[in-house]
């Protein structure tokens, strides 16, 4: 029996997925889903495959449909509820061009899924090799139980198995670049000074110090609104923070240290948004003005590890600078616990008392 179900877009538009489910004996034996823009159109294509279905043999040639991987990708874009991050939705268009795309879900083995992984090292490190079979592996965990799609989950994690043995993929390198404090001069006082001649630029002067001492990413930094900032409790809500498995709605309240306090509060009311520029800003400006100063290696997120570095530091153990970074996990900080209480790096530091001066009295 045929259903439909109408379901709201995310830009208010409404589109109607089709279901058919057979049973036989009270078991599943096929189910299959299409969408549509119109319901006229669900309600035929239910009846056109109804009756093609109750055919002698139809079952068994709907088992080995044709279905390729492309049309599982495609279904994942459109029938998932969940916002699908940029990257994943970039790296999914890219399966949609390739070769792989049109091979049928039943024919796909691990070793095509290696030989992708070795094309894709083509201008591409083994990490971010690893992220492209990360993404296109959660395709294959959902698509047979979801959609009745034919693809071999086991296939994926064999690839990814065999993949990292030979060095097509392998897991990010843990960075310990940190800015010392002479550079840290060098950009601030630019940053300072850029933003007496242009008051309208983006305020780096303030993003970068915040950065450090909230020891929050870019585009955590630059999506806080006002209205998640608890000045009382000195705490900020930070929305989609990145967390394995779980990107999008995972709003995490996070601890602010007193500098990063003051850092908000010299902040212009402008906008909604606490720092209202666009992440694009800082991965173009940042890079272009390092190279001006001669300053090699260093990135805007080894200002979130050099913040982190500095509260344990400061001699706090796992569970409080975990409150401060909002790491879910606290396996992830045991790389910071080998370093010893050294006091604090940004003690009577000057730039903060310039940028973000306390009120007299």
Not at 21 to 45: C, M, N, P, Y
Not at 119 to 148: C, M
């Amino acid at each position: 029996m045929g259903t439909i179900v109408a379901r709201k877009r995310k830009d208010n538009t409404t589109a109607f997925m089709a279901k058919i489910i057979l049973k036989r004996d009270g078991f599943i034996v096929h189910r299959e889903s299409k969408t549509f823009e119109r319901k006229q159109a669900a309600a035929a294509w239910i009846a056109k495959r109804e009756e093609e279905l109750s055919k002698p043999g139809a079952l068994d040639r709907a088992k080995k449909s044709g279905k390729t991987l492309g049309d599982a990708v495609r279904t994942y874009l459109s029938e998932s509820e969940k916002e699908i991050g940029t990257t994943k939705k970039q790296v999914l268009d890219w399966v949609l061009t390739n070769e792989i795309s049109q091979l049928r879900c039943e024919d796909i083995r691990s070793q095509d899924i290696v030989d992708l992984a070795r094309e894709l090292l083509d201008g591409r490190k083994p990490q971010t090799v690893s992220n492209y079979l990360s993404h296109l592996s959660s395709i294959f965990s959902i698509a047979r139980p979801a959609w009745g799609f034919d693809l071999d989950y086991q296939a994926m994690l064999d690839a990814q198995k065999v993949a990292k043995k030979l060095g097509y993929i392998k897991n990010s390198d843990e960075r310990d670049r940190r800015p010392t404090l002479e550079e840290l001069d060098t950009i601030m006082a630019y940053y300072v000074d850029r933003r007496k001649q242009y008051p309208d630029a983006c305020p780096m002067h303030l993003l970068v110090p915040f950065a450090i001492f909230s020891t929050r990413r870019a585009g955590e930094v630059l999506t806080i609104k006002w209205d998640d900032f608890d000045e009382a409790g000195k705490r900020v809500l930070v929305r989609d923070m990145k967390n394995p498995g779980e990107k999008i709605g995972n709003d995490v309240w996070c601890d602010l240290p007193d500098e990063a306090v003051r850092l908000i509060k010299a902040a212009p009311r402008i906008a909604p948004e606490i720092f209202p520029y666009s992440r694009k800003t800082i991965s173009t400006l940042f890079p272009r003005h390092c190279r001006i100063w001669g300053i090699d290696d260093l990135h805007f997120h080894d200002f979130r590890h050099d913040g982190i570095s500095r509260l344990f530091e400061m001699g706090m153990n796992i569970p409080h600078a975990a409150a401060v970074s909002g790491h879910r996990s606290w396996s992830s900080l045991k790389r910071y616990t080998h370093i010893r209480q050294t006091g604090d790096k940004y003690a009577g530091w000057k730039w903060l008392d310039i940028v973000s001066p306390q009120p007299k009295g």
